[in-house]
């Protein structure tokens, strides 16, 4: 199938856009408003940009009525946030921080998730995500949409400093994903975690040569 976006739709029951771009690390972002009321909301549109300095983004869609949510706002006003690595363990939190809840609610107190402070920023962590991000809003940028809804900001922040939970180091040093399953957003309603990891190593001249002849055959 082959459709234009910007002028027909697929056809199917529900648009396959979200659903080819999997999976999508969720950032789970904190934040804190002007007024001092804390934020906690997961974003399926998440990444991470660069490494040195190590800089992260996430795309917050707007509200129906094209102003902020509560977490675009917050890091808009404050230029500050934490993502929090969402895990299997977590699901539950996970899922229900991402309601639709009243501007001005405090998740962390709504759901009784624990909570620890930050170093360098104001936001909270989640006490029991193993992998946290300080981050510090760099740039901004606002990316309109068809809808109201549909249009996004794009945060990018610089990472002030990484929380990592000892206990989530094997004992040569790496960062134990299979145990702890981070999860990740598919289409629809749904998600996936991390319970296999593979090495890809380089190509040896074995392995070229037959990928080589293969394409040889397909080609013939």
């Not at 977490?71 to 299997?88: D, H, P, R, S």
């Amino acid at each position: 199938m082959f459709y234009s976006p910007g002028s027909e739709t697929s056809g199917l029951p529900h648009n396959p856009f979200k659903s080819c771009c999997v999976p999508r690390p969720i950032g789970w972002i904190s934040t804190v408003s002007a007024a001092g009321v804390h934020n906690l909301a997961p974003y399926s549109q998440f990444q991470n940009l660069t490494w040195d300095p190590p800089t992260v983004m996430v795309a917050a869609n707007a509200r129906a009525d094209g102003s902020p949510k509560d977490t675009a706002a917050n890091i808009l006003a404050t230029g500050e946030f934490v993502w929090n690595m969402a895990t299997y363990d977590l699901r539950e939190w996970v899922v229900g921080s991402s309601r639709d809840w009243a501007s001005g609610v405090d998740e962390f107190s709504e759901l009784s998730i624990p909570w620890v402070p930050s170093v360098h920023v104001a936001p909270r962590r989640v006490a029991g995500s193993p992998v946290q991000f300080e981050c510090r809003l760099t740039q901004q940028l606002r990316i309109p949409g068809n809808t109201a809804e549909a249009s996004a900001w794009l945060l990018v922040g610089q990472v002030v400093g990484i929380h990592i939970d000892d206990a989530a180091l094997t004992p040569a040093g790496q960062i134990d994903i299979t145990r702890l399953k981070p999860l990740a957003r598919m289409g629809y309603r749904d998600y996936t975690c991390i319970e296999r990891v593979f090495e890809l190593s380089e190509f040896t001249g074995r392995q070229a040569a037959g990928i080589a002849h293969l394409q040889e055959v397909l080609h013939a």
